[in-house]
């Protein structure tokens, strides 16, 4: 009896716990962009105590991965799944600071608890494995060539006790050639506690997500310890998505871009040749007009009833002199900078939320590039620019150049430039180098590289790792080269489009914090494109070719020389006679029989003549 | 022996010889046969019982000394073993006997290679290679056949050298060694080691010796009943290590049967009417050449175009362009016709004004949302200096990543110094519609350049950091990998009839044929508009517009000349055509527009480079073509006539004379035996030192015209042209004269002269001929003259009129006449090379001055050749006679 009340009294006082615990809040950010782009942001954080989390009691943290987390010993999870690219000239800065995106395809990086490098890489396997299946995602391609340990770029973003820190080990895992699409996005929803039934998670749609210019979801699972309170442990999914205005307004049942009619376009009607057959557009000139449900495709359907009441749902970041239209009980707050406001939205209550285009001046001219910006809340300059791409040509060698550009007119921007090759890109570290643009001469590159660590690559077994610590003054462009030899694989190593070419995962730009007394490491993150190597390609007739060439060298040289070893020579009077000798010798036998036979005949005609003898 | 002297296979003597195998290798076949058999099942592993495995073996694992050569991998490799052994494991035993055959293969034949084998492997490799298979055994014996072989016939003559027969079976087990997946190279060996050192008599004493085997033969009677037994008294040879005599029959002289299966073609070699035939073989390829050439149009010989690329999917998708984009094309025609006033020559060349058409270019496509950067270049060629700004667009994919690209191109200008009006309009038309699509798995790069052959190179050049950074800007904007690429030259302001792709490349170089096929089914299948290629403006599909097709396409492709601004794309190995409206029709620019689209959207299917068709193809009408197997014989033939013509020269210049000849038609009386001895007189020693002197010269004086005409300014160069063709002309009776003054060259040297430059001029038209086909024939065809060019001393009239020819075929005489025929001028002509070879690359002029031109003057002096043969030719026939005695 007393083992029974005090089993149902722990029960009682761990569900209390738990539920005093566990947090969950979701918000979505929308932000227009310049050149008719929208910025929408869905942040969904939910976090339980890490002593609940060990004791198996997932609440708002999503069971199956935290399950696999407590197998693999992780510590601190990264996953992102990304596509397309950030136009930083026209966006501006990164959402997040970038620190929510990875490069193209998927890239994962994780601390994990073992003694040695061997069990971490075992874990690591584990890990991979498991999240692959639950990702539905070629994680499991992420093997020993494509892993690699950061050693400058990364550091743990949440708290961990001294007595781990010393045994945890960080990997890096990037695939670049995979395309993320819907069946990432449905295991995805369904870590949230309200799926996409309700809340802001409802407008995720595949079709919509996937049609974005540039879209990325990012899962963070980190300990926090915040002070005087127990550690929880937090998980926090992002996705940020740049929708193109224009395109999304397109209904689903007809998404071809046709011609609108004449009468329909929006032309500048100040050119002197106008005319009703004479057109010339002014289509972007003008950030567009929009509501959720247009580029949705659906409203909010009633908020999450899980969600901490504290934080709004919704926000929108446009001027406070824009006017805006939302469904009928919500409550619009606008925030005190005037650039910003967000909408708390009542239980069942549908939110939809209209934008109508800034009101038109009248004579405006020209581009009208000025008028916009005055209508959008400008993004912040990102703190550095960079373009990576190739050069060179040819099957034999290439090399790789990064254009810095630093916009910042005083402040000089110190870095962590990581690249993880293929090992199949052999570089040639002696010929890196550092310049700014107008400068020539390798002076500078020694004040431009402050540390290089580089790890080489062993053929099919590790790619090359390479982290350089770079500082670069203010308003100046540098340019990071470094040449390369392409290695010939084996012929069953080339995937079956092999012509394609072979991505190379995207660099990580980690911009150091300058301010020392935040806690933060990394200021700003930027990933660069991904690039496509082609390597020399066989011609896949060449089996065929070779078995040819083989068949015929083993049947000249065996036969010849068999042939030569077991002939006997001998004189041409010992042997038989040549067939021809032989035939012409029977020819002309034959021909004798038949001369004689025809002699005889006559004779015999002659002889017949003469009484014939009697038969006998 | 039935196998050994069996001339022909014959079924009959096959199975006869394969009935009356002996007993012992009946038994080793049906041993390895049934091993393998059992081999087969799955419940016990023979493979593992018997083979020879180093870490295995152990006093109770003995026996796998004895069963490995039983067992073998597969099916194959024992089919393999028993043809290799049969032949020589029956030979061994009709030699030495059944009784001596079983002991010694299962004794040490088979016991010391493997002990051998061990010990190398486990001792000093340190490894554990098992080995099965009866090849040990077939080594061994193919080591002691050779040292026998060796014995008797110790030298096999190729050419000079002499090989000893006994390395042959190293040759064998090298190749078998190389070619032969998983092949013990070590088991191998130790057998031959041991074969050799059995041929070579030293394992006598392990041969039971000859009474034993009497006795035991004796004692046994069993033996005497066995079917195939090979006893004592039947076997052929009697100890180990005699040397063999030939099947029972006492031995004919190794030489003389090596003499017998000689002569013919020794016969044939010394026949001087061999000599006699070159030059008709040599007239016999060019004619066959050129014969092929014209049967190439024919039905039977070429072939119809497909689709390789299954990705690309030509005209398989709707296209939209159109409607309303007619009214911005109309705009936009109104902003290109705006600024065509402001690019006036001056302005042109001090790049100012450029500067206002590309503001207001870029002004537009940034309004489109497109990025937009800008590259200056500056050229100069023949003393001109050739400067603009290229503008160019980037359609960044809406969901891609910068990894690949397409390029559309507009140049201001066509090749013909016309205004692209409708082309520039057309792309920035487009670059906005394509804006809309959110299909595009490659970005779109829109360029537009002044001109449309430095424009575009220059902007090439610097995409792939090809370019020279002082004359041409770095690009401030770059996206991937080019893909393909079209150019747009539409200068026709009335509607059109049908397109005309343009596809020469620089040097000859063509785009993957699939590029041509899609352009040609989206235009001519989908849009329904007609498809033309050449110039041929009307093409009806027989013969001879076939011919004249292909025809202007070889002379475009020898020329090598960038015929677009597509030409600049292909070295860099991006596909690309220039399409150009022409005719009068009803097609409007929202066609081409759409023809445009098609293509892009096929390009944009593309998942791998374009690979897949053919990149050396002559094209003779748009849906059929010849492929590089089916024309290359030609330009091959054309050019191993002069291969063969060296050949046969240098020979000739080995031996003494023609005197010989005549004198055995005096002697022939006398029997074959005086000319066969003049025939295997030794060569006469031949003059090297002129002939290749002089060939050497020839070819630096190729350095004069190619600098020349690539460097001389643009008003010298038609002076320049006509004092060098005067120069031309002089030379070769200059070095003519100056060679019979001071060095008095015998025949003999001019033949080696004329040898030494034929052998040249064959050997780079051959490897020509794979890279520039046309070019290779041209040349080829053009200097066929020279293989029948030879001194006249005796008869001037022939030497004048040979003089003659070769001055009407010469490098200056043929573009004088080039010129004449297509009413250019010659000087308009050098500038367009000079540019082509500064701004493109273009390495024609090399192959004319340094090819051609080298070999026609060599020939020219071979021609003018007066030997002083009639003062000579009384020494050399006395010379000849004394050393013929």
Redo the contacts between chains.
Sequence with gaps: MHRIFSFFLFALLSLNFASASSVYHEQLVLQPLPLSALLASFNFRSSTALSAFEAHNFRFFPRSLGQILQHADTRELHLRFTLGRWDAESWGARPWDGAREGGTGVELWAWLEAETDEEADQKWLTLTNALSGLFCASLNFIDGTRTTRPVMSFQPEGDHPNSTVNNMHLLYGVLPHEVVCTENLTPFLKLLPCKSKAGIATLLDGHKLFDASWQSMAIDVRPVCPDGQGCRLEIEQTIDMVLDIERSKRPRDNPIPRPAPGHELKCDTSKPYHADDTCFPADYSTSQDWSLSQLFGKTIERPCPLTDPGVPPVCLNVPDSRTVFVSHGVVEKKNPDGMSRCFDIPPEVDFNLSLPGPEQKEGEEGNGQIEVTSDLVKSKTPLLYAERSFTGHGQERGGVQTMLRNPSPDNEVEFIYMESLPWFMRIYLHTMDARIEGSYGHNSSNSLIEEVYYRPALDRARGTQLEVRMRIPPASTVFLTYDFEKSILRYTEYPPDANRGFDVAAAVITILNSDKSSPRFAAYNLRTTSLLCSLPTPDFSMPYNVIIFTSTAIALAFGGMFNILVRRFVAADEGPESNLKAAGQRLKGRLATLFERLRNKRAGVVAEKQPAPAPQ | ?P???A?SFNTSRVRSYVFRLPLFTRAVIIAIVAFWVIGVQSLWDVRTWGALIPDEIGITTLYRLNTFPFIHLNAFHAIMNIL?LT??ME?FEAEHGTLTSLALFFGPLTTIPSFIYLFVEKFVLRSNTSVMGASMWVFLL?GM??IR?YK??PY?VVATHNIP?WT??I??LL?VAA??PSSSFLGHLSGLVVGYICGLGYLKFLAPPEKILRWVESKVNIFGRLPYYVNMDQKTYGRFGVLPS??G?PI???T???G??GTGALRLRRDPRILKLPPYLSLLCILVGVVWLFLLPLDDYSRRTYISENALLPGQVHT?????????F???K??VNALVGKSNIECWLTGLCWSRINDKLE?IV????L?AGRQNFTYSAAGLVYSGENVYAIL?A???????AIVLVAAWENVKQELNRNGVALALTLA??FK???LWSKDIVFLVTPDSIAGPQAWVDAY???HDSSRVDSLPL?S??LQGAIAIDYSQESRFESVHIVYDGVNGQLPNLDLINSVVSIAGGQMGMGVALQEMWHHNDQYPDRLRTMLRGMLKQGLGLASGPHSSFIP??VDAVTLQPFGDGWQDEMAMGRVIEGTFRSLNNL???L?QSFFFYLLMQRERFVSIGTYLPSAMLVAINFTIMAIALWVKSGQPESTPAKAADGAEAAGETVTKLNTSTPAVERELFLPLGVVTICQFLAVIPLYLFNHAPENMLTPAFVIFAVFNAVLPHALSSVLTNYYAPSAQQYQLIKSFSLLLLGMFLASLATLNFSLALLVGLLASPLTFMRPWPQSPVLRAACTVLLNTVSPTAILVASAAYWRLDVGAILREVAFAWHVCGMNSPVVVWCVWWPAWLAGSISVLGKSEETKKKTSTVATVKTKAL
Excluded: I
């Design positions: 022996m196998s050994t002297n001339v290799a032949p020589l030979r193919l056949e050779a072989t008797v016939n096999l027969t042959t079976p040759a064998l190749c070619l032969v030939s099947g029959s004919g002289g190794p003389t049967a090596k017998v299966v939209y362009f159109g409607g309303s984009d007619q009214n911005v109309r705009a936009y109104h902003e002004s940034k309004g489109l949302g990025k960044q809406p969901r891609g990543d910068a990894t690949e906005r519609y809309r699509w959110s792939h950091d090809a770059k991937g990998a860099y190995h998942l791998e480079h690979h």
